[in-house]
């Protein structure tokens, strides 16, 4: 089945503790993307990656990191979390981003609370 | 800049009645359009989409239409049902910049029996 995986579901976690949420599609996507999804604010980008070693900044990147070494994983790092990250997260994945694309694949979500 | 615009939520209908979500954007250059669907619990789900101007995206009873005069794609089915209960965000994707979809805030839908 054709899906994109991210892990965990939910995390609690103390500030300043590093976490790691993976994100792994399984249908050869190029493009890859994070989005946190706040009350009243819908999604926002965070990273993205066009291909394997090509990340970018996308609206809200303060305070993370991603990697993309592998085509399938795109792991986003919260190095020293605060509280105002806890949010909703959610990896997606497309094949062709921008006009004429066939929609995005997205994970099931990661709730994330920082305390 | 690029952005959507949804209309506010939340809106309660009955079951069987007519369901519109506006939905109108922004955006420099020629966008392809996109409703998804969130259920309770889960990630988003592609519901249709539109590439170019006048085309009609349609799934599950659901319909819009790109008006690339009035910038808008708004979200109609003729009859919902209670699983149609959900979070439906209307979105933008274009080529240019930083490749990403760019999504209303939402609007909540509750069908109720």
């Known amino acids: 089945e054709a899906q994109v995986t991210q892990n965990p579901r939910y995390l609690i976690t103390v500030t300043g503790k590093k976490l790691t949420v993976t994100c792994s599609q399984n249908?050869?996507?190029?493009?890859m993307s994070w989005y946190r999804q706040d009350p009243g604010l819908g999604l926002r980008q965070i990273y993205y990656s066009m291909n394997v070693e090509v990340t970018d900044k996308g609206d809200v990147p303060e305070g993370y990191k991603v990697s993309r070494k592998e085509k399938r994983n795109f792991p986003l790092i919260l190095e020293s979390p605060s509280p105002n990250q806890t949010s909703l997260y959610f990896c997606?994945?497309?094949?062709?981003?921008?006009?004429?694309?066939?929609?995005?694949?997205f994970g099931s979500g990661t709730r994330l609370t920082v305390v | 800049g690029n952005s959507v615009t949804q209309m506010e939520g939340p809106v309660t209908l009955s079951e069987e009645a007519f369901l519109t979500i506006n939905c109108t954007y922004t955006a420099t250059g020629y966008p392809s359009l996109f409703w998804y669907v969130q259920y309770p619990g889960e990630g988003l789900q592609l519901l249709l989409k539109?590439?170019?101007?006048?085309d009609k995206g349609s799934n599950k009873g659901f319909e819009a239409t790109y008006r690339k005069e009035t910038t808008s794609f708004h979200l109609e089915k003729g009859s919902v049902q209670v699983s149609d209960s959900a979070v439906y965000f209307c979105?933008?994707?274009?080529?240019?910049?930083?490749?990403?979809?760019?999504f209303g805030q939402g609007t909540r839908l509750t069908i109720n029996p």
């Open positions: 979105a933008l994707s274009l080529m240019q910049g930083a490749q990403k979809l760019v």
């Open positions: 539109a590439t170019k101007a006048d």
């Open positions: 249908m050869n996507h190029e493009y």
């Open positions: 997606a994945s497309t094949p062709q981003p921008g006009q004429g694309a066939r929609g995005y694949t």
